[in-house]
């Protein structure tokens, strides 16, 4: 077959009994992030451990609502008057971004929904996340309110605070930021019935420190006994749950660079890599930093040297450099490692480029097609 992401279902079951751990021992609800994963065909799997998803748009809270089967947390930076209702009726808690917001839409949408919990996004200022276009607490921010714009006390109606300070975070992260969360916000704190942490926390890596986070979770408790602790992640849900599979289609040289292209496109199908930009992990082969990729070498550990390249019209598709142990043969695999989370839900069909299908790999080593994409895909972009 061609291209395909495999998502494993052992990894995955991992991820999520980890999750359900913390979740558990905290005493806290941990919910999935649709902006980072939202393969829908995996929702039963998911219910077995959690019972709520997030939601950034009217898309994701339908799909948490008739896919995964509960209301969604639903925040959007910006609702708008022909969506607010659905979203409203989709949704157990809805965040505004702003206090406009709040007063445009509050008594609409509990006029709608009177069971919905409304909260406001605050900003504390204080992020530790390098790469600009992921920090949400940069100067200039479009997200949340800082603590010198809210009123002493807050609207009856708005029953929690929702910040998101992290990317990929660890608990030490955590622990810091919460020094400046309760600095800023917690003299509102009595009157609101919980506190939604956000994304980030990328507990299921094999670095992070799990009972560090527990702990300081556990801490906020005995804090704020009143306060229902809610965690948001993305990336954790499917941290290292599966492959990006391409195959070599051919191989190209230009003033001593070669460049294997292939079947996927970073632009299309890994965007993330440059956008971040962040580098992947390719099996069987060593990243090689410039300027050495950009040469050739004696050296016979590196001697196969390649740009990796997409196959799409863009010029800057493609990453450079990889160390392989052979020469690459046309036709051959070259697997992408870790390309579940941010990139099943970010890729896109520019150029008309045939779009990876997706496959299951479960716990009894069948493998299940979720789905084949084609022609009929892209047009319907175009309808």
């Known amino acids: 077959m061609g291209p395909y992401y495999m998502i494993e279902e052992q990894k995955l079951r991992r991820n999520l009994a980890l999750i359900a751990d913390v979740a558990k021992r905290a005493d806290v609800e941990i919910i999935l992030a649709f902006k980072a994963f939202a393969l829908w065909k995996t929702f039963p799997i998911f219910r077995e451990y959690i ?53 445009r839409y509050h008594q609409r949408v509990l006029a709608d929904n009177p069971a919905v919990s409304l909260g406001l996004r605050v900003n504390p200022e204080y992020s530790e996340v390098e790469t600009l276009l992921y920090n949400p607490c940069a100067p200039g921010t479009r997200f949340g309110v800082s603590a010198a714009k809210l009123p002493s006390t ?8 929702h910040c998101h300070c992290h990317c990929e975070s660890g608990a030490d992260v955590l622990a810091r930021t919460l020094v ?86 970073f ?26 990729a950009l040469r050739e070498t ?27 142990d052979h020469e690459l043969q046309i036709g051959e695999e070259v697997i992408f490692e870790d ?23 479960h716990a009894d080593g069948s493998r299940e097609l979720l789905r084949r994409y084609d022609y009929a895909d892209y047009r319907s972009r175009m309808d």
């Open 51 to 103: 019972g709520s998803t997030t939601a950034s748009s009217l898309s994701e809270a339908r799909l948490a609502r008739e896919e995964f089967g509960a209301p969604a947390h639903t925040y959007s930076p910006a609702y708008t008057d022909d969506e607010i209702d659905e979203m409203a009726r989709c949704s157990s808690h809805l965040t505004f971004n702003s206090l406009s917001q709040y007063e």
């Open 339 to 361: 390309m579940i989370h941010y990139t099943t839900v970010k890729t896109n069909m520019f150029n008309g480029i045939t779009h990876p299908a997706i496959v299951m790999l």
């Open 180 to 265: 400046h969360i309760e600095e800023k916000f917690s003299r509102w704190f009595p009157q609101l019935k919980w506190l939604n942490l956000g994304g980030g926390h990328l507990m299921t890596r094999k670095d992070y420190d799990v009972e560090l986070l527990i702990a300081l979770l556990q801490g906020l408790h005995e804090r704020y006994p009143w306060l229902r602790i809610i965690l948001e992640p993305g990336s954790a849900f499917a941290w290292q749950t599966g492959p990006l599979v391409s195959h070599v289609v051919d191989i190209v040289e230009d003033k001593g660079i070669r460049t294997a292209i292939l079947d996927v496109s």
């Open 298 to 324: 004696e050296d016979q550990d590196a001697q196969w040297i390649y740009r990796l390249g997409g196959n799409s019209c863009l010029s800057g598709d493609y990453m450079s450099s990889w160390a392989f």
């Open 267 to 292: 632009t299309c199908h890994m965007p993330d890599c440059l956008e971040m930009p962040y580098f992947p992990e390719v099996r069987g082969a060593k990243t090689i930093e410039p300027p050495a």
């Open 154 to 161: 807050l609207p009856a109606d708005l029953e929690g605070f």
